[in-house]
């Protein structure tokens, strides 16, 4: 071998080496693992995804007279690994040759041949967007039409170059079938492993196409799939149980929470109940004291009567009810009471009510008299205090 392959490509994987201990990193789940991990392989270093094994790597293998040439292909970036004198004895001994000459994890990745440029014909053909769903099977039908080739004398494949509204452009490639076997059986042992046949482009670079029909595709088969696809059963049951758990655990801590909140918020009402009903008394009794404060007495009016009513009058009734002051009696100068009572600072706006009628017994007159009280400035009930400390209390 000329050429030896890179540190890098020679360092095991991580899957090799957990495959090595009993199992492989992945387990072969069809297209949307493969999708998937492609994704999440694209946010990684490109040394990271060739250590785990997520790169898109393959090994391409060109005959050329007495020699074997062998590249990696890294999606689009070929390294040169070495070439190899290839004869008939090491043809027969191939896959064994390349185990022995290259490093294991480069030996197990998939081996295709790629085929020199001038060994097919390309055609580029305009098809409906729709036909890319079926671009194989669509373009078998114009290979003699666009080829001197008849569709079962070569190998083909197509692929998509561009696309424009509903019209694409696709490339066909063919290649005769006697190239295509030749070349398969100068690999000699090697071609029973070959994954897939490509052509080189006019820059030396892969096409990234398979001229092999579906069912001459070699696939490798996962020795531990049935036991990668049991453990991710039981990593899965695995993260339900602990997913389930974890929303019980969530659960019953939300119902202790709750417990504990309206607990607190009893209490709290009890408290801010309480509260009101001290408010309430404090601001009643307070009210009380300011409405009493805010007018004189029975006995200051009593008093200030016996200083205005001359001696020629005595009362039958006196009675002070709300704010109205009514007193009833006989007098001598009954036309003259109301005027006698004007200024008082006790009461206001003294009027006879109804019409004197005199007592030819003692007489006098009797007379009807009524007066406001004079109250200073009247208390306003202290109510939105008391609202304002129980929504304070309801709040905490």
Sequence with gaps: MNAAVDNQAATPSLRQRLGRAGGRLRPGVGGFWRWWTGALAGWLPPRLRTLLGLAHERLLLQHAGEE???AIDRGGGLREAGTLPWTAQEAAAGDGLLASLLAPRIADLPRW???????????????PAAAAERL???VAFEIDRQTPFAA???YYDARVLSRAGDQLQAELVVVPRDTVDGALAALGTLSATVAGVDLAGDDGVPLGIDLLAGAQRHRRVDAWRGWNLAFAAVALVAVALAMWQMLANRRDAAESFQAQA?????QARGVALEKRQLVDLVEGMDFLQRARAARPTTVEVLDELG???PDSTYLEKLSVEGDQ???IGQSREASALVGQLEGSKLWRSPALTGALQPDPRTGRDRFTLTAQLAVA????PARRGSQEGADAGGQR
Excluded at 119 to 127: D, I, Y
């Design 68 to 70: 074997l040439r062998v």
């Design 113 to 127: 041949l790629l085929l020199p440029g001038d060994a097919g014909l390309r055609r580029v053909l305009s098809l």
């Design 136 to 138: 194989r099977d669509v």
């Design 152 to 154: 079962a004398g070569v």
């Design 262 to 266: 309206q607990a607190r918020a009893q």
């Design 307 to 309: 200083r205005r009513l």
């Design 325 to 327: 002051i009514l007193l």
């Design 377 to 380: 400035n009247p208390p306003a």
